[in-house]
């Protein structure tokens, strides 16, 4: 694998990279880790947040650790994060409530439905749309 910075890549190509780099199980690992609000290399951390994880690094807003760590789990999965998606469904930061919802979806996980369906009364619309997709997917696809 190239040594090159990953600036400049989607979310989506910066978690492959870092997944091709320290393995995907590891990358899961570290993004469940951040997710229960433990520390983790900084390195993992720039690959999850590109450019803006530097401020969050310094001391900036810290559930954007959360947020990227959800958002990483669109990209890399094993079934160890499935507890921490589900618990991501009552986070208080919005933006995580919305990503878990989307890994929901996109990992098929049946067993949150009653949870997801859930936020379809949250107050934030982003969140509410996010529920309202996992469900139509979850009961279409029967997961």
Do not use: H, N
Not at 29 to 38: F, N, T, Y
Not at 119 to 127: E, G, I, N, T, Y
Request: a neutral charge; hydrophobic letters at 50%.
């Amino acid at each position: 694998m190239p040594s090159r910075s990953i600036w400049g890549l989607t979310p989506k190509q910066s978690v492959a990279f870092e997944c091709a780099r320290r393995g995907e199980a590891d990358v899961v690992a570290g993004c469940v880790e951040l997710l229960a609000g433990r520390d983790v290399d900084d390195e993992l951390v720039l690959a999850l947040g590109g450019p803006g994880a530097r401020s969050i690094l310094d001391g900036g807003q810290q559930y954007w650790l959360r947020v990227w760590a959800m958002r990483a789990l669109l990209y890399a999965w094993d079934d160890t994060a499935r507890p921490a998606v589900l618990a991501g469904l009552a986070d208080q930061a919005w933006r995580v409530r919305e990503m878990a919802a989307k890994v929901i979806a996109r990992r098929q996980l049946g067993d949150a439905l009653a949870g997801v369906a859930e936020l379809r009364d949250d107050p934030v619309p982003r969140v509410r749309a996010a529920a309202a997709r996992a469900v139509t997917i979850l009961t279409a696809t029967g997961a």
